[in-house]
């Protein structure tokens, strides 16, 4: 059962001297999955943002989230242009953990806020290329995860051939992605600091700036195109503006190939969606999995002439693309796949 406001207050209260909680609200910006969260505030004003998990799962990703906070000092925070939660204290509670962390006020990001918004689109380019541009002895030096780009490459291999065991992947999008993972040129990058897990709403707006952003946990070093698949669904100009905003203030080249690694991302998250529905034994996200997949193989039909990369093997016809849709294996329902 969800905690009530009062009772995340009260955990504040108990944890923290001298806070005396005076009104409490909805967390709006909350991207963490089984969480428990509300805005406390006191008699002063201070607001401050409490997160406790209900799985074990959201457990460790708030652990994890509280070690990268750690890891983002105030000399990090210094170069950043936009605010970084601040980890205030880490409280017991049972087998979990209470996070207790500072407020940072905005709205969570969405695409239609991009629409004829340039002045955004470049505030979101500078923010993503300053996390980019800290050094990576940020995360190394805080024992947080490194990926080299065959890390990164071994770690899609194995989400495609994961999801292939499944017959539940379309024939033509696995051999799309399967192409895209053996060709050599596309793994040439160079890692960096990334934030990990960044999406539209990991980004606060107000007015035209990134006021800040949340969501922390996944914080590495790694595939700097990681951060930027989000913004494959923008629109052209959106895209434009906020890579264009990207590129400028990165000190080296960006490799040519980063925005087709993000398309791949974001493509082949929709299997990850469909081994987290797997996992969690949930027919309702295998179903959304396997209507994405749908939508995807139209796509590809229709975009036959735009490869992930211009290939070192062959783009599909559309009756090539047809061949293999009869080759996928029918898909069974959840129910049938055993405990």
Not at 68 to 79: E, K, M, N, Q
Not at 258 to 278: C, K, Q, S
Not at 296 to 319: F, G, M
Request: aromatic share 4%; net charge negative; glycine share 6%.
């Amino acid at each position: 059962m969800a905690r009530t406001h009062l009772t995340l207050a009260a955990l504040v209260s108990s944890a923290m001297d001298g806070f005396s909680p005076a009104a409490s609200r909805d967390y709006a910006s909350e991207i963490h999955d089984d969480v428990d969260a509300a805005v406390i505030e006191d008699h002063s004003g201070v607001c401050i943002v409490v997160e406790v998990p209900r799985t074990g799962s959201a457990d460790a990703e708030l652990r994890a989230e509280a070690r990268a906070l750690d890891a983002i000092t105030a000399g990090v925070r210094s170069v950043l242009p936009f605010e970084v939660p601040a980890k205030i204290q880490q409280a017991k509670v049972g087998d979990g953990i209470a996070l207790i962390s500072s407020f940072v006020p905005g709205i969570p990001l969405t695409s239609a806020m991009l629409r004829g918004r340039a002045s955004l689109c470049v505030s979101i380019g500078q923010a993503t290329a300053a996390i980019h541009e800290l050094p990576t002895s940020v995360a190394t030096s805080a024992g947080l995860p490194s990926m080299s780009a065959m890390d990164a490459r071994l770690q899609i291999r194995e989400v495609v051939a994961r999801a292939r065991q499944t017959n539940m992947l379309p024939a033509p999008l696995a051999v799309r992605w399967e192409a895209a993972i053996d060709n050599d040129g596309l793994w040439q990058f160079e890692p960096v600091v990334v934030h990990g897990s960044f999406t539209a709403d990991a980004l606060l707006v107000q007015g035209d700036s990134v006021s800040g952003v949340i969501g922390w946990h996944a914080l590495r070093v790694g595939d700097p195109a990681r951060d930027l698949n989000w913004l494959v669904n923008a629109d052209d100009d959106a895209r434009t503006g906020v890579y264009d905003a990207y590129a400028g203030i990165r000190l080296q080249s960006v490799d040519p190939n980063l925005m087709h690694r993000a398309n791949l991302y974001n493509e082949i998250d929709v299997a990850r969606w469909l081994l987290h529905g797997i996992d969690k034994k949930s027919p309702a996200i295998v179903d959304d999995a396997i209507a994405m997949f749908d939508q995807l193989v139209t796509i590809v039909v229709s975009d036959r002439d735009e490869p992930i990369i211009e290939p070192d093997a062959d783009v599909l016809d559309v009756n090539q693309v047809e061949d293999l849709l009869d080759e996928t294996p029918v898909y069974r329902p959840l129910g049938t796949i055993s405990d």
